[in-house]
């Protein structure tokens, strides 16, 4: 499977932009781009997703490279509520595993600042 | 909507006790999945399931065993408990196994084993 690298921890300050960055550059032409996060004491919960074109909603952006072997999670104003561990996973046709689980790795603990 | 519950939220057991974890969704998914989390890590798939009746190994499935006798339900067992499986575990479920298909989580059941 694909693997994706996320720094291990960011810090933002409340109100301002954040940008949650995700290397994937073994990612293949089929693969899905999804962003799950965590927020303290709670399961995960999904936040986006893309293929190749960015994409917007309630919760945040997603800007995708155009090589596909990066992108980019922006929350465009933080709030403390958004202080969660965020989780850049590739889910695929080829992956065939397991009823198309979602591989966790290590994720981003963002942290939010008064 | 209640989503996905689980219960319960917290539970202690010594080492070599049985337990039963339950696992609701109100959806009507299909698909449903037991994932652990350890202290700082991602979550790991135990067992899944495509549809009442089926279960299906995942990353990690020794030392449970799982039932999906009615479609709601997703019930996870621990025959004899070990110390090992101290951990949070969650519970999620799914429509499909589609690339493009979010997965809803449980808020966990954390489980310590003495």
């Known amino acids: 499977d694909a693997k994706t690298t996320q720094p291990n921890s960011m810090e933002s300050n409340e109100e301002e932009p954040v940008h949650l960055p995700c290397n994937h550059s073994?990612?293949?032409?089929?693969?899905?781009i999804h962003w799950y996060r965590q927020l303290p004491s709670q399961g995960p919960e999904y936040v986006i997703h893309?293929?190749?074109s960015n994409v917007n909603n309630r919760m945040a952006s997603l800007a995708i490279a155009e090589d596909r072997k990066s992108s980019t999670l922006i929350l465009h104003r933080a709030t403390l509520r958004d202080a969660a561990v965020y989780y850049c996973?590739?889910?695929?046709?080829?992956?065939?595993?397991?009823?198309?689980?979602?591989?966790f790795g290590g994720g981003t603990r963002l942290m939010v600042k008064p | 909507n209640a989503g996905v519950t689980q219960t319960p939220k917290f539970r202690v057991l010594k080492t070599g006790q049985s337990m039963t974890l339950l696992c609701a969704q109100d959806?009507?998914?299909?698909?449903m999945y037991w994932y652990r989390q350890d202290p700082g890590m991602g979550l790991r798939l135990i067992h899944y399931?495509?549809?009442?009746?089926?279960?299906a190994k995942g990353e990690v499935p020794d030392g449970y065993n799982v039932s999906r006798l009615k479609k709601q339900n997703f019930l996870l067992g621990l025959e004899s408990a070990a110390p090992s499986q101290t951990s949070v575990y969650f519970c999620?479920?799914?429509?499909?196994?589609?690339?493009?298909?979010?997965?809803?989580f449980g808020p966990g059941t954390r489980l310590l084993v003495l």
């Open positions: 996973i590739l889910r695929g046709f080829m992956n065939n595993n397991a009823g198309n689980m979602l591989t």
């Open positions: 073994t990612i293949s032409g089929t693969d899905y």
């Open positions: 999620a479920s799914s429509y499909s196994d589609r690339v493009k298909e979010t997965q809803y």
């Open positions: 893309g293929l190749t």
């Open positions: 959806m009507n998914h299909e698909y």
């Open positions: 399931s495509v549809g009442e009746g089926t279960t």
